[in-house]
């Protein structure tokens, strides 16, 4: 498809059991970003990959968090030992970067995996 | 570093009122700007975008001028409808090689008839 791809759409987990979202961004974009979405809140920025350069991983919560971006293209958000503050829907988007170093341009957005740790 | 900064919701108006989401940045350079809109049970969605001072984004009756003087990018609609409801998110994009996006933390529009 031509849009970004999150599967899967719903998880639903035992606390302590480790989970693997998958992001398959729009082919050609060079950035892609996780961001978490809590119940009426807004974005919490996690990880974002920008072509071959390192990730910027800055806003990942702790270290039961990981993500990797293979061949520049899927990515998979890792998150060990789940606790139930966890419980969020995590959204994936990608972009294409500027010209000259100036940034990314429009962010497109997956439809998110709702993950529900009990 | 970069940040947003958009009105308190809940907004509540009634059926053809005038809508203004305020909305103020702060970063270094010429970032580009965006309203994101997050309508019930959906995702994210481009609403519309500015890249440079003084241009005017719009899409669907919204409007928004980037305003390098006052780091604003307000958005404004002249007569809401009840399927505008949604959270309306700001966000800018930095101007340097790697920056992140990064969003304000969203407005919640509620339209009655």
């Known amino acids: 498809g031509a849009g970004v791809s999150q599967s899967p759409s719903n998880k639903v987990t035992e606390k302590g059991k480790d989970v693997e979202l998958r992001c398959d961004p729009i082919?050609?974009?060079?950035?892609l970003y996780w961001y978490r979405q809590s119940l009426g809140q807004g974005l919490e920025f996690l990880i974002y990959?920008?072509?071959?350069?390192?990730?910027?991983k800055s806003g990942l919560p702790s270290d039961r968090f990981s993500a990797e971006r293979t061949g520049g293209s899927v990515s998979t958000l890792t998150i060990q030992r789940t606790q139930q503050e966890d419980s969020a829907v995590y959204l994936c988007?990608?972009?294409?970067?500027?010209?000259?170093?100036?940034?990314?341009?429009?962010?497109?957005f997956g439809p998110g995996t709702r993950l529900t740790v009990l | 570093g970069n940040s947003v900064t958009q009105m308190e919701g809940p907004v509540t108006l009634s059926e053809e009122a005038f809508l203004t989401i305020n909305c103020t940045y702060t970063?270094?350079?010429?970032?580009?700007l965006f309203w994101y809109v997050q309508y019930p049970g959906e995702g994210l969605q481009l609403l519309l975008k500015?890249?440079?001072?003084?241009d005017k984004g719009s899409n669907k009756g919204f409007e928004a001028t980037y305003r390098k003087e006052t780091t604003s990018f307000h958005l404004e609609k002249g007569s809401v409808q009840v399927s505008d409801s949604a959270v309306y998110f700001c966000?800018?994009?930095?101007?340097?090689?790697?920056?992140?996006?990064?969003f304000g933390p969203g407005t919640r529009l509620s339209v009655l008839p």
């Open positions: 988007a990608s972009s294409l970067s500027l010209a000259g170093g100036r940034g990314t341009d429009t962010q497109y």
């Open positions: 970063a270094t350079g010429y970032p580009s």
């Open positions: 082919s050609g974009h060079t950035a």
């Open positions: 990959f920008q072509g071959n350069s390192a990730p910027d």
């Open positions: 500015a890249t440079k001072a003084d």
């Open positions: 966000a800018l994009s930095g101007d340097n090689y790697g920056q992140n996006f990064v």
